[in-house]
């Protein structure tokens, strides 16, 4: 491999080589995929669509998904551009809005695909350190940036910040507020979106994947909802057909089931009380999460051994080797059996521990 190129290991990071998905034994709590399938309509679709139409390009703008998305959240065409995944919308984002030298900020930790994607253009990264409980550090509102970023919930914390501080932080802000919501359908408020105030904030962008509460992480679809004049911009930049026909079909058969995705949020909300409270009583403080997993501490100890041990009985978690992190494991919300699997595990790793992690 050239040495001017590198696998991008910050998106990669949750993968594990030679292990085969279908591996019964493996609980993979570690890249906050959904546990369950997505909805029967959406797999009739696809099977339906797999026919000699495959031979034609797909739609280069994706209209029949964003208008029913349009339908669905309450906008217009014009304000929704399609991505594949989320990923893509985020590199759209910084090829529009950043040039060599711009600033983009973001506070940390969080997702660490923005830091890769703006080394790619060349721009100036802005830091923030989140405050112990994760709330949005005062000094973002004044970095003077051309893009801010805020993973909504965020992760790898889990946590939520409310509509009014997005409004406030979008206001003071000196170009473009992104707030990515790939996890906001597992909050605990269905209203926590911030897509309700795209038509009063001239410089907001939010983001939505099909990955999580879908069940659809590998068709990679992802919806950007801002402004219309912004959404203009940004379709100057994608790819002609940047969304393939089988994720087109399949992402607008799930948003004619919205109650399956709704269904399956309901699981993991209660699997994912029933893993917190596991933990606590296992010793651990967890944030208190709205996405699909949760972050457990145990403040100062370093768990990078019993992230191995767990990887021993294999049972995947994210461990990251970061000072700020050490101590932190995060955990994908899995199934019933999932979780009281893993709370065994980690209480006989304890209890067999002649130092506890």
């Not at 004044?142 to 206001?171: D, H, K, M, Y």
């Not at 926590?192 to 907001?204: D, F, G, R, V, Y």
Request: glycine share 6%.
């Amino acid at each position: 491999m050239s040495r001017y190129f590198r696998p991008n290991i910050a998106s990669m990071a949750g993968y594990v080589p030679g292990e085969q998905p279908g591996d019964e034994k493996l609980a993979k709590l570690n890249t906050n995929e959904n546990p369950y399938p997505p909805s029967p309509g959406v797999l009739a679709a696809l099977r339906e669509a797999t026919n000699q139409s495959l031979r034609l390009y797909p739609e280069p703008l994706s209209d029949s998904l964003r208008n029913i998305a349009a339908e669905v959240y309450g906008v217009r065409l014009e304000n929704i551009l399609a991505g594949n995944g989320s990923d893509e919308i985020l590199s759209i984002i910084l090829r529009c809005f950043v040039g060599r030298g711009d600033r983009v900020a973001f506070p940390v930790p969080t997702y660490s695909l923005y830091d890769t994607l703006v080394k790619v253009q060349d721009g100036e990264l802005v830091c923030v350190d989140y405050p112990a409980d994760f709330a949005i550090p005062p000094e973002l509102h004044s970095a003077n940036a051309a893009v801010t970023f805020l993973c909504n919930p965020n992760s790898p914390s889990g946590t939520l910040v409310s509509l009014t501080e997005i409004e406030r932080l979008a206001r003071a802000v000196f170009g473009v507020l992104v707030v990515d919501e790939a996890y906001i359908d597992f909050a605990e408020d269905p209203g926590s979106s911030a897509i309700c105030l795209i038509q009063s904030t001239p410089n907001l962008i939010v983001l939505r994947t099909f990955s999580k509460s879908f069940s659809l992480a590998g068709l990679r679809i992802g919806l950007a909802f801002a402004p219309a004049e912004l959404i203009a911009g940004m379709m100057k930049v994608k790819d002609s057909y940047n969304l393939n026909h089988l994720s087109l079909v399949a992402a607008t058969a799930a948003l004619q089931d919205l109650s399956w995705m709704q269904q399956n949020v309901r699981r993991i909300q209660q699997t994912r009380r029933q893993l917190v409270d596991g933990l606590v009583k296992l010793g651990f403080y967890v944030y208190p999460s709205h996405a699909n997993f949760v972050m457990a501490q145990r403040k100062g100890q370093e768990q990078k051994a019993l992230y191995q041990a767990l990887r021993e009985r294999k049972i995947y978690v994210r461990y990251f080797d970061t000072p700020e992190l050490r101590d932190s494991l995060r955990i994908t919300v899995g199934t019933p059996e999932d979780v009281e699997r893993l709370l065994q595990e980690i209480g006989a790793i304890q209890k067999d521990s002649v130092n506890p992690f």
